[in-house]
């Protein structure tokens, strides 16, 4: 089975901390990606890696940046953290072969005061 | 995403009672993926689906996907209180690109 693994379930910052959540999975996976998931709007993709030192802007990557140093391992920085950016962060890997599923962590239900 | 449509937005069902979730596109699906979510944690992933036809089965769920390959359906049989969640389709759309539908919100009332 796949494993996706977020290193906090839970996280309280400040606003205008550096804020990393950190994703590993441990499928060998191609792709991973970084959503948020807030009421009435769904899940939200904020940035991709379809391989390691390669990133691309899903589609409210603003505030955030990413980085794939190695393949198992997906982190999503928020550079200064706002109230805003309170939300559930959801991470998931799928493999790079056609129509697979996306596997998804526990997810981090990040507060930012 | 408007990609895909999800209906109903929320369901409330007596426990013992069949329901069915639907899933829309107006685009070819290639890949139709079925999630759970409890409230607060993670997707976990249930079935996917690829042939126009496919139909498949876990326990008391099936999932279906229409011989045009444009629309899914999520049926529970005899739910029960384990059920409750929010039920979310994906797909691989044509294009190469995935996307998400906005949820159902099932609760069932033991």
């Known amino acids: 089975d796949v494993k996706v693994t977020q290193s906090s379930r839970y996280l309280v910052k400040r606003t205008g901390e550096k804020v990393f959540l950190e994703c590993v999975q441990d499928?060998?996976?191609?792709?991973m990606f970084w959503y948020r998931q807030d009421p009435g709007l769904g899940l939200r993709l904020i940035y991709f890696?379809?391989?390691?030192?390669?990133?691309e802007k899903g589609d409210i990557p603003e505030g955030y940046s990413v980085s794939r140093e190695k393949k198992e391992r997906f982190s999503l920085i928020l550079e200064s953290a706002s109230t805003n950016q309170t939300s559930m962060y959801l991470c998931?890997?799928?493999?790079?072969?056609?129509?697979?599923?996306?596997?998804f962590g526990d997810g981090t239900r990040l507060s930012i005061l | 995403s408007q990609e895909l449509e999800q209906s109903p937005q929320s369901l409330i069902v007596q426990e013992g009672k069949n329901l069915t979730i639907n899933c829309t596109s107006s685009k070819t699906l290639y890949g139709l993926y079925w999630y759970k979510q409890k409230y607060g944690e993670g997707l976990i992933f249930l079935m996917m689906?690829?042939?126009?036809?496919e139909e498949k089965s876990h326990e008391k769920i099936t999932a279906k996907l229409d011989e045009k390959k444009q629309q899914s359906s999520l049926h529970i049989t005899a739910s029960q209180p384990s059920h409750a969640g929010i039920y979310l389709c994906?797909?691989?759309?044509?294009?190469?690109?995935?996307?998400f539908g906005t949820g159902t919100s099932l609760t069932v009332i033991p």
């Open positions: 499928m060998d996976h191609e792709n």
């Open positions: 994906g797909a691989d759309i044509q294009g190469n690109q995935f996307y």
């Open positions: 689906l690829q042939k126009g036809g």
């Open positions: 998931a890997s799928r493999g790079g072969v056609t129509n697979q599923p996306q596997h």
């Open positions: 890696s379809y391989d390691v030192k390669m990133k």
